[in-house]
């Protein structure tokens, strides 16, 4: 046979096929190269973190905020059913996150189990009826011994847990970081990483370390998609209560923090209060319409099923949810403060801005700024519309001058060249 292939392999034939063979050659080193290259040269990891994970805001629901420890598979599926009745899902809310005390203990092989009184079908067939409803599962661990309210925590278990959670069906983890003694937390946080990402499930990774070890400085290379900034958040608009604290304590905390948020990984100044009862339908809107500007994952914290109107209103304004969502993922910022008054402006991908009026104070004020301040040229002229209100204003020329802002409330405006 070989000689039968060299008799007819004549000259002209051999260098055809010889060159044929070195594109092939060329092509598949260009192919590994590139491989090799690209992700390096738009700033990526091959990790999980950037396999196309929260490359906006992530957005969904989470237990805590309203209904604490008392979480059980009922309330779960309830809540499921309600993302999708009321509309949530489809505005984007995408994942439903069981926060602390679903845990029960260890079993012999150390694999974590699920409390079998508040969980008896277990968290496998919990997850699946999430999936069903077209939502996300998420889930809570801790990187210490306990978790914060005294479960079980992941630490000298990350792998094994990342490997339960992945047989589970789990697509985002928030990770605590109560009792965790001396642990560094940037190795310890690394560790669970490289645990998710060994399961080879994508799974959104939520880093609650409360800022204490500056995560934005290292968290968004390649560990977390988010990461929280501050203390726990309380449904109160202003101040500190024990360990937590009111919105506008959370935003001063969090706005000087708008350069390291970016698509896959994002400052998180800590879920929603809205709808929770404690704050007015002006603070409400002011808390949703900053977290927006802030480019802050959007995870609601009130009790879906049996939410009003007014708060329907607020987590599903389509027109905020999208400046949160905005592709370029350019969190705003405060560009002056005065007193009470405040102007912030946050750049789109579309080349509009979205320009928020915040008063702190207690009487209704109006509030000036001009073109320059939020970043466009003087000369221009843009069309602004009020995404509270739900109407255009008409073009705008030099600087804009509100109607009264109430006390404790912002005007929300999308100005458009
Ligand atoms: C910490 C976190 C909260 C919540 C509780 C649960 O306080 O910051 O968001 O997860 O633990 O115990």
């Given at each position: 046979?070989?000689?039968?292939?060299?008799?007819?392999?004549n000259?002209?034939?051999?260098?055809?096929?010889?060159?044929?063979?070195?594109?092939?050659?060329?092509?598949?080193?260009?192919?590994?190269?590139?491989?090799?290259?690209?992700?390096?040269?738009?700033?990526?990891?091959?990790?999980?973190?950037?396999?196309?994970?929260?490359?906006?805001?992530?957005?969904?629901?989470?237990?805590?905020?309203?209904?604490?420890?008392?979480?059980?598979?009922?309330?779960i599926?309830?809540?499921?059913?309600?993302?999708?009745?009321?509309?949530?899902?489809?505005?984007?809310?995408?994942?439903?996150?069981?926060?602390?005390?679903?845990?029960?203990?260890?079993?012999?092989?150390?694999?974590?189990?699920?409390?079998?009184?508040?969980?008896?079908?277990?968290?496998?067939?919990?997850?699946?009826?999430?999936h069903?409803?077209?939502?996300?599962?998420?889930?809570?661990?801790?990187?210490?011994?306990?978790?914060?309210?005294?479960?079980?925590?992941?630490?000298?278990?990350?792998?094994?847990?990342?490997?339960?959670?992945?047989?589970?069906?789990?697509?985002?983890?928030?990770?605590d970081?109560?009792?965790?003694g001396?642990?560094?937390?940037q190795?310890?946080?690394?560790?669970?990483?490289?645990?998710?990402?060994?399961?080879?499930?994508?799974?959104?990774?939520?880093?609650?370390?409360?800022?204490?070890?500056?995560?934005?400085?290292?968290?968004?290379?390649?560990?977390?998609?988010?990461?929280?900034?501050?203390?726990?958040?309380?449904?109160?608009?202003?101040?500190?209560?024990?360990?937590?604290?009111?919105?506008?304590?959370?935003?001063?905390?969090?706005?000087?923090?708008?350069s390291?948020?970016?698509?896959?990984?994002?400052?998180?100044?800590?879920?929603?209060?809205?709808?929770?009862?404690?704050?007015?339908?002006?603070?409400?809107?002011?808390?949703?319409?900053?977290?927006?500007?802030?480019a802050?994952?959007?995870?609601?914290?009130?009790?879906?099923?049996?939410?009003?109107?007014?708060?329907?209103?607020?987590?599903?304004?389509?027109?905020?949810?999208?400046?949160?969502?905005?592709?370029?993922?350019?969190?705003?910022?405060?560009?002056?403060?005065?007193?009470?008054?405040?102007?912030?402006s946050?750049?789109?991908?579309?080349?509009?801005?979205?320009?928020?009026?915040?008063?702190?104070?207690?009487?209704?004020?109006?509030?000036?700024?001009?073109?320059?301040?939020?970043?466009?040229?003087?000369?221009?002229?843009?069309?602004?519309?009020?995404?509270?209100?739900?109407?255009?204003?008409?073009?705008?020329?030099?600087?804009?001058?509100?109607?009264?802002?109430?006390?404790?409330?912002?005007?929300?405006?999308?100005?458009?060249?």
């Amino acid at each position: 046979m070989p000689q039968r292939r060299r008799a007819v392999c004549n000259r002209k034939l051999c260098e055809v096929t010889l060159s044929k063979y070195r594109s092939v050659v060329m092509l598949c080193m260009f192919l590994v190269t590139f491989s090799w290259l690209s992700p390096r040269a738009f700033g990526q990891s091959a990790s999980g973190v950037d396999a196309g994970l929260a490359r906006t805001p992530p957005m969904g629901w989470n237990s805590w905020n309203h209904f604490g420890c008392n979480v059980n598979e009922q309330l779960i599926r309830d809540t499921a059913d309600a993302l999708v009745s009321t509309g949530m899902r489809d505005a984007g809310y995408q994942f439903l996150v069981i926060d602390d005390c679903w845990h029960g203990e260890r079993d012999a092989h150390g694999d974590i189990q699920p409390d079998g009184k508040r969980f008896p079908s277990g968290i496998k067939a919990l997850a699946d009826y999430v999936h069903g409803k077209g939502l996300k599962f998420g889930i809570y661990s801790d990187a210490g011994a306990k978790t914060c309210a005294g479960r079980p925590g992941s630490r000298g278990y990350e792998f094994q847990d990342a490997a339960q959670y992945a047989a589970w069906g789990v697509d985002y983890l928030k990770y605590d970081w109560c009792n965790t003694g001396t642990q560094n937390a940037q190795a310890s946080y690394a560790t669970m990483r490289e645990a998710l990402n060994h399961t080879g499930r994508p799974i959104v990774f939520s880093l609650c370390e409360w800022g204490t070890a500056k995560p934005w400085l290292w968290a968004g290379e390649g560990i977390g998609n988010l990461w929280r900034t501050t203390g726990d958040i309380t449904d109160k608009w202003d101040g500190k209560h024990g360990y937590s604290l009111g919105v506008m304590t959370i935003v001063d905390q969090n706005e000087p923090l708008y350069s390291y948020a970016g698509p896959g990984h994002w400052n998180d100044p800590d879920m929603l209060e809205v709808g929770n009862g404690g704050m007015t339908a002006d603070e409400y809107r002011a808390h949703f319409s900053l977290w927006a500007m802030m480019a802050a994952p959007l995870i609601a914290g009130n009790d879906v099923a049996h939410m009003s109107a007014e708060t329907r209103s607020i987590l599903m304004n389509k027109e905020v949810v999208a400046i949160d969502q905005d592709r370029m993922g350019h969190a705003g910022r405060r560009v002056r403060r005065e007193g009470d008054l405040e102007v912030w402006s946050r750049d789109l991908a579309d080349g509009s801005r979205a320009v928020l009026l915040l008063n702190r104070g207690t009487a209704p004020a109006s509030i000036r700024f001009s073109l320059a301040e939020v970043g466009y040229p003087d000369t221009l002229t843009v069309r602004a519309r009020d995404l509270w209100a739900g109407r255009e204003l008409g073009p705008v020329h030099g600087s804009f001058n509100s109607s009264p802002v109430a006390s404790h409330g912002v005007t929300l405006l999308l100005l458009r060249p």
